[in-house]
């Protein structure tokens, strides 16, 4: 097995050494910009921690599979700052306001065929399976975008399509992450699916997370504005439940809320403080605290169903604590 601060340093060394093709500079600088403005890089961490549980060292059959998902994962949210009108992303300027919406869309697509140049690199024994997995996952992705631009035309979702959508947008790349890492390990077919919900379950978790932290985090640890799925009308998680919750007479209140004028600071503000006196009064933020807590619980019972030795299950312990510990 491959201990926690080993992973720690291929994570650093990996996303050091990653490169583009210089020129077009136009069309690259956004790709080298994304990927040096950090992240969490959550995804190759769990694609590298499900292999570190079967191998003893790290290669570059699966080092290059692992960067496949971060590479298309900020692909994705070069357009997902398009279309959400997101100004800022962990604390810089978004690529289309660095440059413009076409150098955007055009660097996304790009990005999207370099993680796929990434992925071909798995070993040639498990490539037809990574490959098939990694283009189901790339589709579903698309999916929950396409359903969370849909809700933005309804006034209110249930929650079963709300979990549906986060399910499809976020949570299936953290799974495909891990059973990722288990297929080019070698594990069974058995393992890497319950890897694979592992992962589901934490992936649904962190976007709860992350939906409440849009509205109550601190701007410095969260990297971008609060409050912006309150001035876009998104249906988070908290939105989701606030209509679930209230009375007529509160829908009635947050439908007025959501249709407040947002062109000046004081009108965002004042639209931003109208919901969330709404979402105090419906106790939705204590909820959300909850069902993080819910599904990071039933992650770790499957990963438990792996049966590992502790120094194993720790690794991925330590994993999703460290994944969802931001709403603490």
């Known amino acids: 097995m491959i201990q926690e601060n080993h992973i720690d340093s291929a994570i650093k060394e990996l996303f050091g050494n990653l490169t583009f093709t210089q020129e077009p500079r136009g069309l690259y600088d956004p790709l080298r910009y994304m990927m040096e403005i950090g992240g969490k890089r959550i995804r190759p961490r769990l694609c590298l921690t499900a292999y570190a549980l079967y191998k003893d060292a790290f290669c570059e059959e699966i080092l290059s599979p692992a960067a496949a998902m971060e590479v298309f994962h900020s692909f994705t949210l070069i357009h997902d700052d398009i279309m959400d009108k997101a100004d800022v992303r962990r604390g810089v300027p978004t690529v289309y306001r660095k440059w413009d919406e076409n150098t955007a869309i055009l660097s996304g697509d790009v990005m999207s065929i370099e993680s796929y140049k990434l992925m071909a690199k798995a070993p040639a024994g498990v490539l037809p399976k990574a490959l098939e997995l990694f283009s189901k996952t790339a589709a579903e992705v698309c999916e929950g975008q396409q359903y969370d631009m849909d809700f933005e035309d309804m006034d209110f979702v249930p929650m079963a399509d709300y979990l549906k959508m986060i399910g499809l947008k976020t949570a299936v790349l953290i799974?495909?992450?891990?059973?990722?890492?288990?297929?080019?390990?070698?594990?069974?077919?058995?393992?890497?699916e319950l890897l694979y919900k592992y992962g589901y379950d934490l992936g649904i978790a962190f976007q709860i997370a992350d939906d409440w932290l849009d509205t109550y985090g601190d701007p410095k640890v969260f990297g971008k504005a609060i409050g912006g799925d309150i001035l876009n009308n998104k249906k988070s998680w908290l939105m989701t439940r606030a209509f679930e919750k209230a009375s007529e007479e509160t829908r009635a209140k947050l439908l007025e809320a959501m249709a407040m004028p947002i062109d000046t600071d004081q009108e965002k503000e004042a639209k931003i403080a109208t919901v969330k006196a709404i979402y105090a009064e419906l106790?939705?933020?204590?909820?959300?605290?909850?069902?993080?807590?819910?599904?990071?619980?039933?992650?770790?019972?499957?990963?438990?169903?792996?049966?590992?030795?502790?120094?194993a299950y720790g690794l991925l312990e330590n994993y999703a604590k460290k994944l969802i510990g931001r709403t603490k």
């Open 175 to 192: 799974a495909c992450s891990a059973k990722m890492g288990a297929i080019i390990a070698g594990a069974s077919d058995h393992e890497a």
């Open 283 to 311: 106790e939705v933020a204590e909820e959300a605290k909850q069902e993080i807590v819910r599904f990071h619980s039933q992650s770790l019972s499957h990963a438990v169903a792996l049966d590992l030795q502790p120094e």
